[in-house]
T-cell receptor, first 116, second 112 residues
Framework: GAVVSQHPSRVICKSGTSVKIECRSL??????MFWYRQFPKQSLMLMAT?????????EQGVEKDKFLINHASLTLSTLTVTSAHPEDSSFYIC????????????FGSGTQLSVL | QKEVEQDPGPLSVPEGAIVSLNCTYS??????FMWYRQYSRKGPELLMY????GNKEDGRFTAQVDKSSKYISLFIRDSQPSDSATYLC????????????FGAGTRLAVHP
């Protein structure tokens, strides 16, 4: 079935470093991917929409220079948190619409980022 | 007012109980309605998917959509401790590439 593979599942980094999170669609093509952020006991907050071959669309209040998104192919989108700070510590999740038989969003397993 | 309202709970029930989870919404353009289950520190997992109004049943789960009242429900029969998770309702005006609007999520605890 349609799966979105997200890596890494957990990352700990020092303040000021950059972290890259990858999401790959397996068994289907994802021309669009959504990136979410989730704080403890809160719902998912959409950060940006990435589109294959074009610039990502960011939600209001999300710094595009801090959260770099690249959608290089029909199966891969990456989110890079640049110059990470402790306040960037959060759970990051991607999703991709499976527009075939299911026509629903398939979510990755999430990445827990901890910035020291 | 949020587009989608969902009581965050927590909701605690004994094993075997029937659980009722609900969301209300304000945007009449919503046509697709979903329920996701999320375990702690995991990605959401699609449970139920409904288009427009009506009921849908899958095993112990039943989803209901009442568009006239802008109200959706998820029922869990014979609840199990393994059902303990956060349940998120989500909706969109169409399938495919439209952004999902999520509720806050309801935390459910089923105790033996």
């Amino acid at each position: 079935g349609a799966v979105v593979s997200q890596h890494p599942s957990r990352v700990i980094c020092k303040s000021g470093t950059s972290v890259k999170i990858e999401c790959r669609s397996l068994d289907f093509q994802a021309t669009t991917m959504f990136w979410y952020r989730q704080f403890p006991k809160q719902s998912l907050m959409l950060m940006a929409t990435s589109n294959e071959g074009s610039k990502a669309t960011y939600e209001q209040g999300v710094e595009k220079d801090k959260f770099l998104i690249n959608h290089a192919s029909l199966t891969l989108s990456t989110l890079t948190v640049t110059s990470a700070h402790p306040e960037d510590s959060s759970f990051y999740i991607c999703s991709a619409p499976e527009t075939g038989a299911l026509d629903v969003d398939i979510f990755g397993s999430g990445t827990q980022l901890s910035v020291l | 007012q949020k587009e989608v309202e969902q009581d965050p709970g927590p909701l605690s029930v004994p094993e075997g109980a029937i659980v009722s989870l609900n969301c209300t919404y304000s945007n009449s353009a919503f046509q697709y309605f979903m329920w996701y289950r999320q375990y702690s520190r995991k990605g959401p997992e699609l449970l139920m998917y409904t288009y427009s109004s009506g009921n849908k049943e899958d095993g112990r789960f039943t989803a209901q959509v009442d568009k006239s009242s802008k109200y959706i429900s998820l029922f869990i029969r014979d609840s199990q401790p393994s059902d303990s998770a956060t349940y998120l309702c989500a909706m969109s005006p169409s399938g495919g590439y439209n952004k999902l609007i999520f509720g806050a999520g309801t935390r459910l605890a089923v105790h033996p």
